[in-house]
Structures are given as C-alpha cells and as structure tokens.
C-alpha cells in the first residue's frame, strides 16, 4: 500500500509561485509514475503533469506547459510541482497519484493510489 501526503497549497495573487510537494511514504516510488491533477469546483478532476520514475521524461498539459514544472527527488520519495504564472483558472484541489510502470498516462483511472488534495487558490 502507497500513501501519499500532498502539502504546499495555499493562496496567491495572479502572477505568483507556488510549490507543491508529495510525500510517498508505504513503498518505494522509483519505478513508479506520478501525475498531478487537479479539480475545480463543479468540474472534472483533470490531468495537470506527469513524470517517469526515473525522471528522464515529462508530461503537461497544454494549459500549464511552460509555467509548471514537475520533478521528483527518489531519495526522499517526493514528487514536486512548482508553479509560476499562476491564473486564476488554475484555482482548485491539487491531487498526487501514483500508477505502477513506466509509461506517462493523462487519465485518472489508470492511477492506482491517490493523495487527498491540497488547496490552491489564485485571486485575480
């Protein structure tokens, strides 16, 4: 079993920084993948990024690419997703899931373990 601890959220002005942090604790995260995603109020949790276990490779969707970046650290079996250019449409619960394997996936059901969110709110 694969518990995962999201924390870093908050709230920001449009145009601020934030980042998010996931703490895997149960197992070794390594040969895992691990996406972000996130959920709007009155929305469906959608994909946000992706990355491989060793790293090597990087998945975004195109709404965040080139303000966020994801990133990990096996050491300390944490996943990271900084945030720059923040809008207000990226308001929402940040959530950190886990898939066994090696390929990049944007689909929530192919994730076997999920965190329980963290709050970021963006003010305009």
């Known amino acids: 079993q694969v518990q995962l601890v999201e924390s870093g959220g908050g709230l920001v002005q449009a145009g601020g920084s934030l980042r998010l942090s996931c703490a895997a604790s149960?197992?070794?995260?390594?040969?895992?993948?691990m996406g972000w995603f996130r959920q709007a109020p009155g929305k469906e949790r959608e994909f946000v990024a992706a990355?491989?276990?060793?790293?090597?490779?990087?998945g975004y969707a195109d709404s965040v690419k080139g303000r966020f970046t994801i990133s990990r650290d096996n050491a300390k079996n944490t996943v990271y997703l900084q945030m720059n250019s923040l809008k207000p449409e990226d308001t929402g619960v940040y959530y950190c899931?886990?898939?066994?394997?090696?390929?990049?996936?944007?689909?929530?059901?192919?994730?076997?373990?999920w965190g329980q969110g963290t709050q970021v709110t963006v003010s305009s």
């Open positions: 899931a886990a898939r066994a394997g090696f390929v990049l996936n944007r689909s929530t059901t192919a994730y076997d373990y």
């Open positions: 149960g197992r070794t995260l390594s040969t895992s993948v």
């Open positions: 990355i491989s276990g060793s790293g090597s490779n990087t």
